[in-house]
């Protein structure tokens, strides 16, 4: 009986896929199992595929590997493009004055344009129907109207293509298990904030659908919702480049000195104003403060206007007054275009890799260019 157990107790013993159970004191094992996965292991450390695989209740589990993390990167990066024309949509919009025009918002039975003559009357019927038709464009014939529906109908379209780029390669990429735990939680954060981005879109197109009738101005969105719109699409720009770029670069190792502490500061410092110059920006679009006034570096025939004071509250002035809305955005672009040019001669002062320098540079040429 002993000679019959102890041989087959020992064997079953020494089988690769019960040796993974137990600590290892070689630095380096290969489960010889079905799995095929190489894994490292520290001497007493336990082997994290066997309790992963014990607690699904599965024999292999599918680990992000280096070339899965250069895909999800590539696609990141593809996401961060499609962000990046959603806002460049989104000004030609707001140029063109065509934000308006589409006043229903449905997911889906929008993506189908009118086709025909009676379609297009209705569509046009619905917009006579609000103030900026009624004040502003009470002149439009269909054939103007058609324009500035195509403009927000490609603004619109082009969003769900957005979300789209986001949310299927997610779910995909999810499934084939290429998403480690940490970037599952990032990739969750990015999808949540698109369909966040749609929902503050027409958000802000309704304030400007709001009848007023105390007011005789021209209607507009609130430009704290289109700030609001405008900054959440910066965040998932920025989000979207960082994870992708922090996925296909390799990271430098540099020694922490007191100067890369101040470059890196200041970095950071300098990316918050870039930020804040943004979003003043979409209160100067939403104000119109731009039109107020048109010399630089004077604001008419002084550094300082009068008018700058002019609301009660005082608080109110720097959201709501546009004269001091485009004194604010000046302030800060001006700022803004001064700490790029300190972050450069900063990054010169210090032993920073090639990659490195160069975003100093191209960076110090686009705050000149902007």
């Known amino acids: 009986m002993q000679r019959l157990l102890f041989p087959r107790l020992k064997a079953l ?21 079905s799995c095929g996965i190489r894994h490292l292991l520290r001497p007493g450390q336990y082997s994290t595929i066997s309790e992963v695989a014990l607690q699904s209740g599965r024999g292999t589990v599918s680990l992000p590997s280096k070339a899965a993390e250069r895909v999800v990167g590539r696609w990141l990066l593809v ?4 962000v990046a024309g959603a806002v460049i949509l989104g000004g030609m919009t707001r140029l063109t004055e ?40 009470h002149d439009m014939t269909l054939a103007e109207f058609k324009f500035i529906w195509y403009m927000e109908y490609s603004h619109r379209m082009w969003g769900r293509l957005v979300g789209l780029t986001y949310i299927l390669p997610a779910a995909y990429f999810w499934r084939k298990g290429w998403l480690s ?16 981005q749609g929902l503050l879109g027409w958000y802000m197109v309704k ?17 704290y919702r289109l700030a609001a719109h405008l900054g959440s699409a910066l965040v998932l720009y920025c989000a979207s480049l960082w994870t992708s770029l922090s996925l296909l670069l390799p990271q430098h190792k540099l020694p922490e000195t007191r100067q890369l502490l101040w470059l890196r500061r200041c970095a950071h410092g300098t990316a918050g104003l870039v930020f804040l110059t943004a979003l003043s920006g979409a209160f100067v679009a939403g104000l119109d403060a731009g039109l107020v006034y048109n010399s630089f570096p004077k604001m008419g025939e002084s550094w300082i206007p009068e008018d700058l004071f002019t609301f009660s509250p005082i ?14 955005h000046r302030i800060l672009g001006i700022t803004s275009v001064t700490a790029v040019t300190v972050l450069y001669f900063l990054s010169r002062r210090i032993p920073l890799p090639r990659r490195t320098k160069m975003a100093a540079v191209t960076l110090l040429a686009l705050a000149y260019t902007q």
């Open 13 to 33: 013993m020494g089988s690769p896929c019960l040796r993974l159970l137990g600590p290892r004191a070689a630095p380096r094992t290969q489960c010889g199992c």
């Open 98 to 137: 065509s934000g308006l025009s589409m006043v229903d918002w449905n997911l889906i039975k929008e993506m189908k344009p009118p086709t025909h003559q009676e379609e297009w009357e209705a569509e046009f019927q619905k917009y006579q129907q609000f103030p900026e038709f009624k004040i502003l464009n």
């Open 315 to 328: 608080l109110r002035n720097v959201f709501e007054n546009p004269t001091m809305v485009q004194f604010d």
């Open 181 to 196: 735990r940490g970037m599952k939680g990032r990739v969750l954060a990015l999808c949540g904030l698109v369909c966040f």
């Open 79 to 82: 996401c961060s493009g499609t």
């Open 207 to 223: 304030s400007g659908l709001e009848e007023k009738p105390d007011s005789h101005d021209i209607p507009r969105v609130s430009q």
